[in-house]
């Protein structure tokens, strides 16, 4: 449809009914759509009455229910066969009918959700990328360590602390508060030099939770220990390692907003 107005389009006016805004019935070519529409939604009103007619049609050859009195003088008349009806042909048209509207109806309710949770899907949206940018993780990334590179590597590497690969050598719970993960480092991405074992917290509902022994590659940002991301595995590792590793240099020139800078 070439316009939208109070979030309905032609079509889902039609369905619903509702009355068309002056600025709609302005629009020639909104309200020609419309129309067709329209007509195309009362067809299928009718074929769905079809439905009913058909099914509450007696089947073919059974007998009526009103029978003429015998009387003396009238001789009974031998019963007139019964038209068949065709019951298989219309059945299957008003069914095919039905399946339109139900088609239709769907199509309707996705297009009103759509118009409906736009705004907040949008504005979710806004947010996520709001923190990605910063290199910051969002509260779904203190649930969920690993995930797809961020949208700008170098920026998140700038506002990381630490970033290593280890093997988890402790898991300490820490009173229904998450857990501190003790890692015995085998390769360091940042800083350059440092202990033999590092430490990150991670939180309660924190996905995948890091076991003794594992392989894990963490990133923790500046002014905190809560990792911001953490990947699990031989695999997951690697794929990360790919994306630090050229991402890193760049890194290095790269200022963290955090630091004061824009």
């Not at 003396?72 to 019964?82: F, I, V, W």
Request: glycine share 10%.
């Amino acid at each position: 449809m070439a316009a939208e107005y109070d979030g309905a389009d032609a079509l889902m006016a039609a369905i619903t009914g509702e009355p068309l805004p002056k600025a709609a019935r302005a629009d020639a070519e909104f309200m020609a759509g419309h129309r067709a529409a329209a007509a195309d939604v009362a067809l299928l009103r009718e074929q769905l009455s079809a439905i009913g007619d058909v099914l509450a049609a007696p089947p073919a050859g059974a007998p009526s229910p009103v029978t003429a009195p015998v009387t003396a003088r009238s001789r009974p008349r031998a019963p007139r066969p019964a038209r068949p009806v065709r019951r298989g042909r219309a059945l299957r048209i008003a069914l095919g009918s039905l399946a339109a509207v139900v088609a239709l109806s769907a199509v309707a309710g996705l297009a009103r959700l759509v118009t409906e949770n736009s705004g907040s899907d949008s504005q979710a949206a806004k947010s996520a990328g709001a923190a990605d940018a910063k290199g910051g993780p969002g509260e779904a990334d203190r649930r969920s360590g690993d995930g797809p590179p961020p949208s700008d590597p170098e920026l998140a590497l700038a506002c990381d602390r630490l970033v290593v690969e280890g093997t988890v050598a402790r898991v300490e719970p820490k009173d229904g508060q998450g857990s501190r993960i003790v890692l015995t480092v085998t390769r360091r991405y940042k800083p350059d030099r440092g202990p033999a074992q590092v430490a990150f917290l991670l939180a309660e509902d924190a996905h995948p939770g890091p076991r003794r022994g594992q392989h894990v590659l963490v990133e923790v940002g500046r002014g905190t220990d809560d990792a911001s991301r953490w990947a699990v595995g031989e695999d997951r590792v690697a794929a990360n390692r790919a994306w630090i590793l050229k991402a890193l240099p760049g890194s290095r020139h790269t200022a963290c907003p955090s630091d004061g800078s824009t």
